[in-house]
């Protein structure tokens, strides 16, 4: 069974200062996908970033990147210049690459933005 | 695209009553699927829909909860004789049917169970 960990539950960072976020994952399977999901108070879950395992780059969209150490299966996320709608739950989660695509999600980190 | 829509947003019931959610998801989404967000945790799978088609279970979905999607469209999930530990999130996600396409969330229907 594919197991992920989020081992800060709630971090805080200045408006406009960067941020990282950490998550590590135990799975056997070479083939799978990492996420990275915002949820905001009383707000649904959105997608921030995505990424394959086979690639070797680490994504990016905007403010966001992550630092994807496959070998120490760790997948850690970036926010740059933070801001105050940055504030959120934010999940890791995993899934194989199989029929279903179910994910496993960590526990969450609350992500705090300070004005 | 209009989103994925669950309804209701809340339900209040006292325990041993019986309770059914529905889930619209973004039209055109083959797969679905319902997840369990208990308060301060990470979302639970519980089961997916490939079109009408219910092709996995989680073991957290005991005898009490059944799931249906008629037509391959809308989803419902009924939860009979509630407990107090099914008080949660139930949270619902559509995609297309792509190894590589994201889920789209609903924004949920809060359960609580006096």
């Known amino acids: 069974a594919q197991t992920v960990t989020q081992s800060q539950p709630e971090m805080s960072v200045q408006e406009a200062e960067t941020v990282t976020l950490s998550c590590t994952y135990d799975?056997?399977?070479?083939?799978?996908?990492l996420f990275w999901y915002k949820q905001p108070p009383s707000r649904q879950m959105i997608l921030v970033i995505r990424q394959e395992a086979y690639k070797q780059q680490n994504a990016t969209e905007n403010r966001f990147s992550v630092n994807f150490q496959k070998a120490a299966k760790s997948f850690s996320l970036k926010i740059s210049d933070s801001q105050l709608g940055d504030t959120a739950m934010y999940f890791c989660a995993f899934t194989m690459y199989n029929a279903g695509n179910m994910l496993t999600f960590g526990g969450g980190t609350r992500l705090m933005v300070k004005p | 695209d209009t989103g994925v829509s669950q309804d209701p947003r809340h339900k209040i019931t006292k325990r041993g009553q019986n309770v059914t959610f529905r889930c619209d998801p973004i039209?055109?989404?083959?797969?679905l699927y319902w997840y369990r967000q208990t308060l301060g945790q990470g979302p639970e799978f519980l089961t997916y829909f490939q079109n009408e088609a219910q092709l996995e279970k989680s073991r957290l979905l005991s005898d009490r909860f059944s799931a249906e999607r008629p037509k391959g469209s809308f989803s419902t999930l009924e939860i009979q004789r509630t407990e107090q530990g099914d008080s949660a999130m139930y949270l619902c996600?559509?995609?297309?049917?792509?190894?590589?396409?994201?889920?789209?969330f609903g924004d949920g229907t809060r359960l609580s169970i006096l």
């Open positions: 039209s055109e989404h083959n797969r």
């Open positions: 996600a559509s995609s297309r049917d792509s190894f590589n396409q994201p889920q789209h």
């Open positions: 799975t056997s399977e070479n083939n799978y996908y």
